[in-house]
């Protein structure tokens, strides 16, 4: 696939990701205002109802709502519009045929589409930084460069691709199964509880499991790029998890190569 | 050398079955039988450049598994094609730039952009150059008078007009091999007759060879020199159109239209059955089916017998004819 190409498909996803105008702003300020307000709310009440606990897991209210509002604007990045589901649905009700008759590689150009949907995400992002500046502070000991922030760009690149490279395996399932909603679920869940979007990984037990969650890939997705973000990780050692990463990357791409090409010859084309 | 190649080709397709009812859907919970289903058997045919070749059977015949298989999108069970010197299945994309795919009951435009924007990503999957490109795509819409619509969301157009812009999308690249799988279906009459005019032309212009699924028999008629019936995954005929009434239609219906007077001259009922089959016989026509060996005979005593206005010889009509092959069961040479 081109370069040239590429780009046309992420163009064209992003104009099909604002084509409906009215949906585009409800979905973008309801997310917004969910994104923002549920963690202000719930955390400021869980503080309040503790008054001589100043800091959880390490976070004071401020950091805990700033982790939040970061990492539900990260989550849109890394998980994409629907990126894993949208393969199982295609594979099950056979619009992947047009697909395979293009000269084309299927997983790349829906690879350029999935980037192409994140438009929305970017101008939520905007929102939800203006929200905070006008509402909070950053907290002490936060500090937010040029230089972080162009990492956790990269972080956050890296961590869309590794998800998609994750979800690849598991929705390739569904040329035996049909239907793999509750895998996709389920991928989404582990990847979320794992990965630091339900609660940041400095909250979970000291000791054993938080070093087997750094060896683990979730951490790439959520807490990787928070943490990058906020100028709380060493380059060295993002270089490093970027690297471990990376490796299970690798592995995913080995295994979804193996599962799609066994299932490409059970595919029926469906539906004409 | 046939641009398409297809030797001893099969597909069989494996099945769950599971019994109706609740406790059908409980016990398949558990365990499920499957079963295969023989969709194509040993499809053997050659198509060379230019040939419109109509695939023709009932649902589930086998006739777009064929077609499934010669596009690259299913693998076969067993045998080998070859299409412009590639296996399909392989998907090598020097096949697939030469091949486009029309699937009547699929949509492969983008649904919320209009057909003019998904044009020109196919202009990049398909890497046309530019100037090729816009004088491919005015001519295309010209002829099929969609040009208005090109800015105008595909899924805000008519069932026709879409159809008009698939083709335009598949036909974009120019290619060589061109599968059609129902393109007329749904459509209203003048739609279709739109759709075959503009195939028949299209084709005598570029010269592709042509697949096309139909259930329409006229479809068939207007576009395919050429046929192949299939029946339960065989293929039971293929040749000409134009040679499956001699071939199989054993039959002709000599139509007589009378005047008014000479009515006391009539023949009986009976004389008239030693032609053949009385279809009707009444004071204005006389409507006899008769073996084709003896039409020209029969036609004669009809005309020396009555005073007759009008007549007309016909076969017995195309559609009809392969309708009874399509439904046949015999495997006997003699049905098919």
């Known amino acids: ?272 | 050398m046939p641009l398409v190649d297809v030797q001893r080709l099969s597909k069989t397709f494996y099945v769950h079955k599971k019994e109706p009812g609740l406790l059908g859907s409980v016990r398949a919970l558990l365990r499920r039988e499957t079963i295969a289903k023989e969709a194509v058997r040993e499809a053997t045919f050659q198509i060379g450049e230019g040939e419109i070749v109509g695939l023709v059977g009932a649902n589930g015949a086998g006739k777009t598994t064929i077609v499934k298989m010669l596009a690259g999108i299913v693998h076969p069970t067993s045998g080998d094609a070859q299409v412009l010197g590639h296996r399909p299945w392989q998907r090598d994309n020097r096949l697939r730039r030469q091949m486009a795919l029309i699937m009547g009951q699929k949509a492969q435009l983008w649904w919320d952009l209009p057909a003019a924007d998904c044009f020109l990503l196919l202009k990049e999957i398909y890497q046309i150059p530019d100037e090729r490109y816009h004088k491919t795509l005015q001519d295309l819409a010209e002829r099929l008078e969609v040009t208005q619509e090109l800015t105008v969301q595909v899924r805000r157009l008519s069932l026709g007009e879409r159809m008009k812009m698939e083709l335009i999308a598949a036909l974009l690249h120019q290619p060589k091999i061109v599968y059609l799988d129902e393109p007329t279906i749904g459509l209203d009459l003048t739609a279709q007759r739109t759709i075959r005019d503009f195939l028949l032309e299209y084709q005598r212009e570029h010269r592709p060879a042509m697949i096309l699924t139909s259930h329409y028999m006229e479809d068939i008629e207007r576009l395919c020199q050429r046929i192949m019936i299939i029946r339960t995954g065989d293929i039971v005929y293929d040749g000409p159109l134009a040679e499956i009434a001699t071939k199989y239609a054993q039959h002709k219906v000599v139509t007589a239209h009378l005047q008014r007077r000479g009515a006391n001259e009539r023949p009986s009922a009976v004389e008239l059955a030693r032609l053949g089959e009385v279809l009707q016989y009444d004071d204005s026509c006389v409507r006899i089916r008769m073996p084709r060996a003896e039409v020209a005979e029969g036609a004669a005593h009809i005309l020396r017998r009555l005073s007759v206005a009008d007549l007309a010889i016909e076969d017995v009509d195309i559609g009809t004819i392969i309708e009874q092959l399509i439904k046949a069961r015999a495997q006997t040479g003699a049905d098919a």
């Open chain 1, 1 to 272: 696939m081109t370069l040239r190409l590429f780009l046309n498909v992420v163009s064209l996803e992003a104009r099909k990701a604002i084509s409906y105008r009215l949906a585009f702003w409800i979905q973008a300020i309801v997310a917004v205002i969910a994104g923002f307000a549920i963690p202000y709310y719930l955390w400021t009440a869980i503080f309040s109802a503790n008054p001589e606990q100043a800091t959880i897991g390490g976070k004071s209210r401020d950091g805990m709502i700033l982790y939040y509002v970061i990492v539900i604007l990260i989550s849109n990045f890394v998980r994409g519009v629907d990126m894993g589901l949208g393969l199982s649905r295609e594979i099950y009700d056979g619009s992947l045929t047009r697909y395979l008759v293009y000269p084309t590689r299927y997983v790349v150009f829906k690879y350029a589409q999935n980037i192409g949907g994140l438009l929305p995400g970017f101008v939520q992002a905007l929102f939800m930084a203006a929200l905070f500046v006008t509402f909070l502070q950053v907290p002490a000991g936060v500090e937010i460069t040029l230089m972080s922030t162009l990492q956790a760009i990269v972080t956050i690149a890296f961590a869309n691709l590794l998800y998609y490279t994750m979800s690849l395996p598991i929705m390739g399932v569904a040329f035996w199964a049909d239907n793999v909603w509750s895998l996709a679920v389920l991928m989404r869940f582990v990847a979320g509880f794992l990965g630091g979007l339900m609660l940041p990984l400095s909250a979970f037990p000291e000791g054993w499991i938080q070093d087997t969650l750094r060896w683990l890939p979730f951490r790439c997705f959520y807490d990787l790029p928070v943490s990058t973000f906020l100028g709380k990780i060493e380059f060295s050692e993002w270089l490093q998890a970027l690297g471990l990463g990376a490796a299970w990357g690798i592995l995913f791409a080995l295994i979804g190569r193996f599962v799609w090409s066994r299932g490409d010859l059970r595919y029926t084309g469906v539906g004409i």
